[in-house]
């Protein structure tokens, strides 16, 4: 088996990330940034005037949660394509807390904020902040939220393309099994996302006839996790051998519970066929014994970082789309394992190809910004 360590690359975005995000507390997380000052060599003719002006940015990213590396890497790609063009980015995560998330979203109403995003905001209340912050003059970019935002003009709702991502893992299960399997299904009803995950779930499902739910589990808390993992452990000593074949697992960390339960009652003949993805998933799916055989996955960094340009695209007063949705791509543990150098997602792109590359909302006058302010 192969010995996987974290290269040198990896590590440096660690130390990165962990500057970006700050220290994880009940509390929440919060990091600040400060202007750029640019360079007067670089001509501005083609930017906006707001921006060639100076008159910069100030942003303010809240999500509800956090945590996980998925946040890390989706609040590092906001905070530093931000940063690249001269704004000021401060990040904060509510660590699941629907109290703080709020807060930080009243708070920054009342302070010089140009514009937001907001990530994760599920509830009706969350449509009654944005509210507000687009009355304020606000310019705000959302991400997995409640579709009610859809009916506040002005307001980009993104996301992953979640009915792809459903599916490309899916299929892959289905095209192993040859249409006969009995699955464990990893859900949890009440986000965005999940519901239309499911939604192709239920699809499936429906169009092929030999694949059956003999159970399911699912819960959102600060240990999810470990709660997988238990109730995946409970379940294996319901059903002996042979009768599950496969867990399909709508989130990277029902995944990871299901995985260390699989490993520990040595079922290895139980396949995982997952959804996001992070750097201890790629640990995980790279250890040769794991049950963990694909993910479907948007790079979250590069999330963060689309994000950053639809919002500069508002405040330079540019037509940006009502929705977006970020192209899925299916990983597979067998490339994975086919690598000569540890994978991590830093360099996942030399696996799986266009992974975190997109120039969707890169503007020639934001490449104009990026060399302005480069450091």
């Not at 996980?68 to 807390?97: P, R, S, Y």
């Not at 993104?158 to 893992?169: I, R, W, Y």
Request: aromatic letters at 8%.
């Amino acid at each position: 088996m192969k010995n996987r360590f974290f290269n040198a690359a990896f590590l440096l975005t660690i130390v990165l990330t962990l500057l970006v995000t700050g220290c994880s507390s009940n509390s929440g997380e919060t990091a600040e940034s400060t202007q750029a000052k640019g360079n007067p060599e670089v001509s501005l003719d083609n930017v906006p005037e707001r921006f060639a002006n100076g008159e910069g940015a100030k942003i303010k990213v809240i999500r509800k949660i956090g945590g996980d590396d998925h946040t890390a890497q989706f609040l590092a790609g906001a905070k530093e394509e931000g940063e690249a063009l001269g704004f000021t980015v401060d990040v904060f995560t509510a660590n699941g807390d629907t109290a703080k998330f709020h807060d930080a979203i009243a708070q920054g109403l009342e302070e010089d904020y140009d514009g937001f995003i907001i990530s994760h905001g599920d509830d009706e209340a969350t449509v009654d902040a944005v509210q507000k912050l687009v009355d304020a003059g606000k310019s705000v970019v959302t991400f997995d939220s409640n579709e009610g935002l859809a009916e506040i003009g002005g307001v980009t709702l993104t996301s992953q393309d979640d009915e792809a991502l459903a599916k490309l893992a899916l299929d892959q299960l289905v095209q192993d099994t040859n249409g006969e399997a009995n699955i464990v299904y990893l859900w949890v009803d009440g986000f965005p996302p999940m519901v239309r995950r499911n939604a192709v779930y239920q699809d499936i499902l429906a169009s092929n006839s030999g694949i059956k739910e003999v159970e399911r589990f699912g819960v959102a808390a600060a240990d999810t996790s470990v709660q997988t993992q238990n109730a995946v452990a409970a379940m294996l000593n319901k059903h002996p051998k042979g009768e599950i074949d496969a867990i399909f697992a709508t989130w990277d960390a029902f995944a990871i519970g299901a995985a260390r339960a699989i490993k520990e009652a040595g079922r290895d003949e139980i396949k995982i066929y997952g959804i996001d993805v992070s750097n201890a998933d790629l640990q995980e799916m790279q250890n040769e014994e794991s049950s963990w055989k694909y993910t479907a996955a948007v790079d979250p960094k590069l999330i963060g970082a689309v994000d950053m340009r639809l919002l500069a695209k508002k405040l330079a007063g540019e037509e940006t789309p009502e929705a977006y949705n970020l192209e899925a791509s299916l990983i597979s543990q067998e490339a994975l394992l086919q690598s000569s150098e540890p994978i991590n997602m830093v360099n996942l792109a030399d696996t799986v190809e266009g992974w975190g590359q997109s120039t969707a909302f890169e503007e020639e006058w934001m490449k104009t910004l990026k060399e302005y302010y480069k450091k």
